[in-house]
């Protein structure tokens, strides 16, 4: 299956593709939602240092070469078809019930 849709809950707000991280909701066709952050290498690093942390770690973690809306589809898609989007991501709920005013797959647009 390659059909999904993504919707950023706080929008789609990077700053630096390669420096940053960002929160995704990934719809399926089923109506189920999963929840997963999306952060580089370069951001985790990033965090430690200003943290002065020993570890990093975060529930729903995916790590990708960079936040661009291509790596960022290209990713989902690439986990859907190597079914991991169960194990990688946490299912918070279906559609009616994350986006209220939205009743089907149908009725969603994806951000990307």
């Not at 999963?34 to 580089?40: A, G, I, P, V, W």
Request: aromatic fraction near 12%; include cysteine; charge should be negative.
């Amino acid at each position: 299956m390659t059909d999904f849709k993504i919707v950023f809950p706080e929008g789609y707000n990077v700053n630096d593709y390669n420096d940053d991280n960002i929160d995704l909701n990934i719809i399926i066709p089923s109506g189920q939602v999963f929840f997963s952050t999306f952060l580089t290498i370069l951001n985790i690093n990033n965090l430690m240092i200003r943290d002065n942390d020993l570890y990093f770690w975060a529930t729903d973690m995916i790590i990708v070469k960079n936040l661009m809306k291509e790596t960022i589809k290209s990713s989902v898609s690439k986990m859907i078809s190597d079914r991991y989007l169960e194990s990688a991501c946490s299912e918070i709920g279906k559609i009616h019930e994350i986006f209220p005013d939205y009743n089907a797959y149908s009725d969603l647009i994806s951000h990307i």
